[in-house]
Nanobody
Framework: QLQLVESGGGLVQPGGSLRLSCAAS????????FAWYRQAPGKEREGVSC???????WYTDSVKGRFAISRDKTKNTISLQMNNLEPEDTAVYYC???????????????WGQGTQVTVSS
């Protein structure tokens, strides 16, 4: 059973940066595609970014040019570098994994517990 643990959230001022990490264990890292989702208070969960097993990436329009997703096989870790953060980025961020596809149409069967990102002055 794959397990995912996120870290790196926190409070940052507008224009600042954070780097989220998602440590995967209990499965073959190479078999999975991964995604970052977020959910703000009172809003539906939305897909932010995803990366396939071979490193193909996708970003939702609102974060293009500001966020970068990556995967590190040596550390079994997925990262989301977030730059030029805006108050609208405030949300709980979740890491998710899929063995059956990639992209926002894939079914993500494994989820982390989430990490809070707050962008405020």
């Amino acid at each position: 059973q794959l397990q995912l643990v996120e870290s790196g959230g926190g409070l940052v001022q507008p224009g600042g940066s954070l780097r989220l990490s998602c440590a995967a264990s209990g499965g073959n890292f190479d078999w999975y595609s991964f995604a970052w989702y977020r959910q703000a208070p009172g809003k539906e969960r939305e897909g932010v970014s995803c990366i396939s097993d071979v490193g193909t990436t996708w970003y939702t329009d609102s974060v293009k040019g500001r966020f970068a997703i990556s995967r590190d096989k040596t550390k079994n870790t997925i990262s989301l570098q977030m730059n030029n953060l805006e108050p609208e980025d405030t949300a709980v961020y979740y890491c998710a994994a899929s063995r059956t596809g990639w992209g926002m149409q894939a079914t993500y069967d494994y989820w982390g517990q989430g990490t809070q990102v707050t962008v405020s002055s």
